[in-house]
């Protein structure tokens, strides 16, 4: 397998800084959710050269392949639905972004452990945790946070 850099404290250290500047409560959760979405679209950028078999030295079974797509899939979901109610006006709660922090590092270890090879146990918890959560939200609009 290539030597790549490993792309999580980089990304941490991003999330940290990028929450820091919302300030209330709801600001702090939504920015939450924009910088999971980030750093997910950095982490799952090479998935469709390793899913097509263009990655050398990485190659997934038909499961391994299928277990990764409904691992990224779930997470996917769970992003696109708390950015749906952060634009409708809606509010978010922490329990709702914690499940996404929380599915995303379970996607994130899946993921990494998969292209080296292994299949870590994270796989088959967020292959069906991703999918059977819902971001909870309120009817509740925020101005300007």
């Given amino acids: 397998m290539p030597n790549r850099p490993n792309l999580r404290p980089v990304i941490l250290v991003l999330a940290c800084g990028l929450a820091a500047c919302a300030s209330s409560p709801q600001g702090k959760l939504r920015q939450s959710v924009y910088d999971i979405d980030s750093a997910y679209h950095v982490i799952a950028a090479p998935m469709p050269d390793v ?6 030295g990485v190659t997934l079974t ?11 899939q779930g997470v996917f979901n769970e992003i696109a639905s708390l950015e749906t109610s952060i634009a409708g006006g809606s509010s978010i709660t922490a329990t709702a972004v914690s499940a996404l922090e929380a599915d995303f590092a379970s996607f994130e270890t899946c993921w990494t452990g998969v292209k080296a090879g292994q299949q870590p146990p994270a796989c088959a918890g967020i292959a069906s945790t991703a999918t059977t959560t819902t971001a909870t939200t309120t009817t509740t609009t925020t101005a300007g946070n």
Avoid: F
């Avoid at 899913?51 to 050398?56: C, D, E, I, S």
């Avoid at 038909?62 to 990224?72: D, F, N, R, Y």
């Fill in 51 to 56: 899913m097509a078999g263009r990655l050398p």
């Fill in 62 to 72: 038909a499961a391994e392949k299928t277990l990764v797509k409904s691992a990224s």
